[in-house]
Structure formats: C-alpha cells, structure tokens
C-alpha cells in the first residue's frame, strides 16, 4: 500500500516550457487535491477533484490546469510556466463527504519545482 | 477574511525541555482542526482532528486541545526525533469537505 505518489520528485524548467505533474492514490480515495507550498506562506489549495472527471479550482487555481481522467490519478498542468510557480507541489487525497469515513488529508512527498 | 496564524514561527527546544505551540485562527463555522507534522523534504503526516471545543487528543508526547479560539500542541519531554516543522489547518464553513487552510507552521528543534 503506497498511499499517495508524486512524479516526478524534482524538476526544473525554463519559463515558457510546459510540464505536468501527475499523482496516484492506492487509498481508493473519492476527492484528490493540489497544493503549493511557500516558505512563510503555509500551504495554498491550487484545484481539487471530487471524482472521477470533475474538477475545481481552489484558493490559487491560476496559471495550472488539472484532469482527473481516472479515480486514482491527478494530474497538474502548467501550460507556459513563469518563476512565481517556483515552489514545492503536494498531492492529497481523502475519503469524500458522504462517505461517513474521516475527513483526514493524506499527502504525497511532494514535487519540487524550479522555473528558471 | 478567515485567517489562521501559528506562533511562534520557530521553537528551540532542550531535550525533555516541555513546550507548547499555538494555533489561532479567525473563521466562520469551524468544522475541523487538523494537525500535521511535516519533516524537511517530505509531505504533510497526519496527526489529529479537533472538531469542538474542550477535546482534546494524545499520542505518544504529543496532545493537541482545542478551545473556541486557538489550538494548542503540547510536546512533553521531546526528544530529538520530534523534530520538525508541525502544521495546523482548519476546515471551516459550510461545503467545507476537503478545502483546508494552513497556517505557515512552527519549525521546532530538538537539541540533545
């Protein structure tokens, strides 16, 4: 049981490129989730998903797509990245609402990203 | 604007040396209080749920309460390995499931 995995664990881009980060979850988890994180900023909710093939925008959604074509995958976007996206990339996953189940958040290991 | 804010932002602490963090925050409609412990390089590891004032939980040295206000998360007797940078965050308002907002957290240093 891995929980929740990120790939890739660092990267670095020139501004303008295009990548994608993607997340799997082995939690059978309804709702995933992007964050970043900033030093001194504590970590800020990019989009989230609450199943399969839907998506939403959270509290810093611009400048990042993101799909959620399978249940256990998540994919963020950055179609022309810029330095203010230098930063360090979570994924989480938990059960949804209406499961009755914990509300708890469990995080991958993160992304660190660079944009020169 | 719903804030939460954690002190201090950085902590020093003496093996077996008792402390206590805090966490305050300023929300409508609190659903939850979680608290994570984050260690350098790695994500966010649960710790605890707080959903109403007066509870409180342990593990191991570690015991988070919870008042209207603010959270506290007492370290008994630390030892090194307690080292770390510990976040709060809170669930707050309605339709809130899943959308969770972090204070910037407290780096605390265990030192033998």
Same mark, same amino acid.
């Given at each position: 049981?891995?929980?929740?995995?990120?790939?890739?664990?660092?990267?670095?881009?020139?501004?303008?490129?295009?990548?994608?980060?993607?997340?799997?979850?082995?939690?059978?988890?309804?709702?995933?989730?992007?964050?970043?994180?900033?030093?001194?900023?504590?970590?800020?909710?990019?989009? %989230? &998903?609450?199943?399969? #093939?839907? *998506?939403?925008?959270?509290?810093?959604?611009? !400048?990042?797509?993101?799909?959620? $074509?399978?249940?256990?995958?998540?994919?963020?976007?950055?179609?022309?990245?810029?330095?203010?996206?230098?930063?360090?990339?979570?994924?989480?996953?938990? %059960? &949804?609402?209406?499961? #009755?189940? *914990?509300?708890?958040?469990?995080?991958?290991? !993160?992304?660190?990203?660079?944009? $020169? | 604007?719903?804030?939460?804010?954690?002190?201090?932002?950085?902590?020093?602490?003496?093996?077996?040396?008792?402390?206590?963090?805090?966490?305050?925050?300023?929300?409508?409609?609190?659903?939850?209080?979680?608290?994570?412990?984050?260690?350098?390089?790695?994500?966010?590891?649960?710790?605890?749920?707080?959903?109403?004032?007066?509870?409180?939980?342990?593990?191991?040295?570690?015991?988070?309460?919870?008042?209207?206000?603010?959270?506290?998360?007492?370290?008994?007797?630390?030892?090194?390995?307690?080292?770390?940078?510990?976040?709060?965050?809170?669930?707050?308002?309605?339709?809130?499931?899943?959308?969770?907002?972090?204070?910037?957290?407290?780096?605390?240093?265990?030192?033998?």
């Amino acid at each position: 049981n891995a929980g929740v995995t990120q790939t890739p664990k660092f990267r670095v881009l020139k501004t303008g490129q295009s990548m994608t980060l993607l997340c799997a979850q082995d939690m059978n988890h309804e709702y995933m989730y992007w964050y970043r994180q900033d030093p001194g900023m504590g970590l800020r909710l990019i989009h %989230y &998903s609450v199943g399969e #093939g839907t *998506t939403a925008k959270g509290e810093v959604p611009d !400048g990042y797509n993101v799909s959620r $074509l399978k249940k256990q995958n998540f994919l963020l976007g950055l179609e022309s990245a810029a330095p203010s996206q230098t930063s360090v990339y979570f994924c989480a996953s938990s %059960y &949804s609402r209406t499961s #009755g189940i *914990t509300d708890t958040q469990y995080f991958g290991p !993160g992304t660190r990203l660079t944009v $020169l | 604007e719903d804030q939460v804010t954690q002190s201090p932002e950085a902590l020093r602490l003496q093996e077996g040396e008792s402390s206590s963090l805090n966490c305050s925050y300023t929300v409508s409609g609190l659903r939850g209080l979680f608290w994570y412990r984050q260690d350098p390089g790695k994500g966010p590891e649960f710790l605890f749920t707080l959903y109403s004032a007066g509870e409180e939980k342990e593990k191991e040295r570690l015991k988070a309460t919870l008042t209207k206000k603010e959270s506290f998360l007492h370290i008994t007797a630390p030892k090194p390995e307690d080292s770390a940078t510990y976040l709060c965050a809170v669930q707050a308002g309605a339709d809130s499931w899943g959308k969770l907002q972090f204070g910037a957290g407290t780096q605390v240093v265990v030192t033998p």
